[in-house]
C-alpha cells in the first residue's frame, strides 16, 4: 500500500534469514506466491476458525479501501467454502476483535458484530 508518507516503489524485499543479498541459498528453491507489503498494523483476516486467538491459518486479506467507516478488500477464500470464514479486523496497535464476524451468503442466522477493539471501524460484510 503506498500512501502520502511512502508513495515510492519499494526497490528490494528480503524475506527469510538467506536472501540478505548474498547468494548463500544456492541449491534451494525458493517459491513466493503472492507478497503484500504494508507497513502499517492494520490489517484484515479471514480464518475458519471462530476465535482469533485459535485461528491457527489466518488469511490476510488486502484493502482496496479502508477509512474510519468501512474496509473494502477483494475477497481471498484461499479455497475454503465463503460460509466457513471469518472476518478478523487488526488495528494500529495490533489489537483484533476476538470473536468472528462470521461471512454468511445464505442460509444466515441473525446478524451479530464481533466484539472490535475501541477504535477499530465498524464492520459489515457484504
Request: proline content about 6%; charged content about 20%.
Amino acid at each position: 500500500m503506498r500512501t502520502n508518507d511512502r508513495p515510492g516503489k519499494y526497490n528490494q524485499f528480503y524475506f527469510d534469514q538467506i536472501s540478505n543479498g548474498v547468494n548463500a541459498s544456492k541449491g534451494m528453491n525458493i517459491y513466493y506466491d503472492n507478497i503484500y507489503v504494508d507497513n502499517s498494523f492494520h490489517r484484515v483476516y479471514v480464518s475458519e476458525s471462530a476465535t482469533y486467538n485459535s485461528a491457527n491459518k489466518r488469511l490476510i486479506q488486502v484493502p482496496t479501501m479502508w477509512d474510519d467507516n468501512r474496509i473494502e478488500v477483494d475477497l481471498n477464500t484461499g479455497g475454503a467454502s465463503v460460509d466457513s470464514l471469518y472476518v478478523y479486523v487488526v488495528d494500529s496497535n495490533g489489537n483484533a476483535n476476538e470473536n468472528g464476524a462470521r461471512i454468511c451468503q445464505s442460509n444466515c442466522p441473525e446478524a451479530q458484530g464481533p466484539s472490535a477493539p475501541p477504535d477499530a471501524p465498524s464492520l459489515s460484510v457484504e
